[in-house]
DNA sequence: TAGATTGTTAATCGATTAACAATC
DNA sequence: TAGATTGTTAATCGATTAACAATC
């Protein structure tokens, strides 16, 4: 229950931050996870360690909605949960249709997360006359033809894509053109869409990429990569001298294996 | 191969800057597509294109790794290809383990995508004791009682976590214990881990939820959210008499539906 | 040499953070 | 009033980008 508090928009109408609005959604949980537990008011600090930010980076977010806590006092759980999803577009209903019906998508078909925060599975769709007719998640798959009639039929807003990489950016063409602009894409490619059509992706490959990357910088020890301090003054005009030892004519038959790692398959 | 060029590690040692090893997955596929095709060299612009970024980062990305193009011709592909995968520690092998074995473990485990690249799915490992000794995709899922032994021995250095929710920190801590340094997180959970472990998170309603933001200011044409300029001089003074009517005692009881999105059922 | 394209500089932009005045 | 905590300022940091000298 908030306490009956005046708003002031603010900044809104323009520019809250890309970085902030990434950042919502973590608050937003964070603030269900207190709401559910019966908290009534949490502190900037104590939101902030839940979400995982620093609590000047979390009061300075949530400026950008609005002046909704209390000095003094803190922040109203409820009456926060509120305005976040109010401003997340949460408070209304957003028809999701899924593209391709393999593994991941039927995992994501029976994912029970999108029900629940204003999303809900309106369709699922394949462009395998095998795969359409099935029955998963308690809905019938459609086929891919039937993609236009059932944004239009259903206000599909938002279009998830979970076709193979060579199949995506058709995919997202005729999301496009059905009038879609919003799409989450999994598979790995770059989507070329036009201006006003937004594009997220969730790449499991990059992420793994990344990890190892700072991975391989632990656990190696040697002096260049490893967390070692930097050596001794390391002078720019010096180092063209110093490095030769490390010039090498070509990158094949060293012992870091010439070979270069091929990609996925498909 | 790589024409006879020489190498200068340049920046090496201290600081790739995270944006930039962020996109280098990004270059990488790229280039094996063109690799592929058998294309010997590319410019910055092509290749930029090709990621969906501009050629001034690509450039500057790249000069972190080294001196790898050529001036007047571009880059030599295979030669390219090969200095990422270094940089990005895919010429060795990780091998992963997978620990939720639900929809989106099940999806996962049969994801082609893994193998190659350098990653590997080692182990397949559930709390459930009806779970575990399954088979999938010829693995047997094993039971988490024996998560130190399987990461000791097959020397398991990245956790993939696709448990529910609740689960996560508790999977987390104990990845953590076995030695574990580097975790991807598909749980929507904020996991706290000590300095030094590596988290990074796939969170699906999060992407959701910022599209959904962004589709809500396209579409709604009001005034407040909506792409409209500032109206007419919102005075500071004057918005705690003009919002009321927008207050709410409490956010309960609305569409929102107060639950957290839970993840997969197992 | 003339044309092309890299690698780097420097300016700009946006995001983070500590600190603190405002205020409950 | 005294204590607590927000909302905002300003300094800092990091990332992006245009532009161009270096050089193939």
Known sequence: MATGRTERPAHRGRGIPEATVARLP??????????ERGVPTVSSEE???AAGVNSAKLRKDLSYLGSYGTRGVGYD???????????LGLTQDWPVAIIGIGNLGHA???YGGFASRGFRVAALLDADRAVAGQRIAGMVVRH???????VRDDGVSIGVITTPAPAAQGVADRLVAAGITSILNFAPTVLTVPEGVDVRKVDLSIELQIL??????KSSTEPAPGPAPVPAAVTPAVSPAVAPAVTRPTASGGDLGGDLPEVMPA
């Open 144 to 150: 891919m033809d039937d993609l236009e009639q059932i």
């Open 26 to 35: 973590l608050y937003l949980r964070a603030l269900t996870a207190l709401s």
């Open 47 to 49: 939101l902030a360690a």
């Open 108 to 110: 994501l078909a029976n």
């Open 77 to 87: 759980v409820e009456y926060l949960v509120y305005q976040i999803s109010r401003e």
């Open 212 to 217: 190892a990357f700072h991975e391989q910088r």
